[in-house]
């Protein structure tokens, strides 16, 4: 939803660029109109470039990229833990969730107790406290992406404001020579 907001403001940041260029050329349609010699300096001075607007000094907007990698972790390790989750997938014939203790090292075994129910649930615990682990290191850098994007456009609402406040008098300046003629 923030990077569909940014891409919002990026075209709104362009549609004004687009008509502080239109009301330029208007500008030079009123002098033309309002003497002659506003029409001579228009005709000897050069017709501003048609520029787009991404040449106006605003960058082309792409999503964050911290964030779009931070959502593309997240959606990686949310299958993985949709496949080993014991409510998200397919039940094994299997009764017990400690089939998997004789694959554990020797190492690891001296870490647990002798009790072989004690060790499955400190396997257990350890495996869950993992999971955690990885979910809070994915909400982390879910959170820090969105602080870097929500920080990109709040620049980018800081120059929209200062451009449409400046074109709000150019309007105001242009329609009041407008009613002068």
Known sequence: ELVRQGEALKRTEQMVDKMDQDLKTSQRHINSIKSVFGGLVNYFKAKPPESKPEQNGTPEYHGNSRLKEAMMSSKEQESKYQESHPSLRRLDNSDSDFSNIDSISSVQ?????????????????????????????????????????????????????????????????????????
């Open 109 to 181: 075994r001296d870490a647990y107790p002798k009790n072989q129910h004690l060790r499955a649930y400190h396997q257990k615990i350890d495996s869950n406290l993992d999971e955690m682990s990885s979910g809070l290191s994915r909400l982390k850098n879910l959170a820090l992406g969105l602080q870097t994007e929500i920080e990109e456009q709040d620049d980018m609402l800081d120059r929209l404001t200062k451009k449409v406040e400046i074109l709000d008098v150019n309007i105001k300046s242009t329609d009041k020579k407008i009613r002068q003629l």
